[in-house]
């Protein structure tokens, strides 16, 4: 049995499907899980939202626009996952 009032532990390894998480708990993830790539010293960072209607997408992009972490931002090309995912690059930290 799952255990719902524990946090979820994820693997910072530079790439974050949110196939599995709530709406509601997109904008927090994302904040905590690029902060966590950043102090590791990841660069960059490949965000799986799915193709589906385009909903999750638009609201990851309008996270990362508001992000101080984020440098930039496409869309994944053929070999990346193509617009079912988006490639972050992180602000370097300051020392």
Do not use: N
């Amino acid at each position: 049995m799952v255990d719902e009032s524990q946090p979820v532990r994820i693997p910072i390894t530079g790439e974050l499907d949110l196939h599995t998480f709530q709406p509601a708990e997109i904008a927090s993830l994302l904040g905590e899980y690029l902060a966590a790539c950043q102090e590791r010293g990841l660069g960059e960072v490949r965000i799986i939202h799915g193709k589906g209607t385009g909903t999750l997408r638009e609201t990851v992009h309008a996270l990362l626009r508001r992000s101080t972490l984020v440098a930039s931002f496409r869309l994944g090309d053929e070999t990346s996952g193509g617009w079912g995912a988006t490639l972050v690059r992180l602000k370097v930290p300051p020392k």
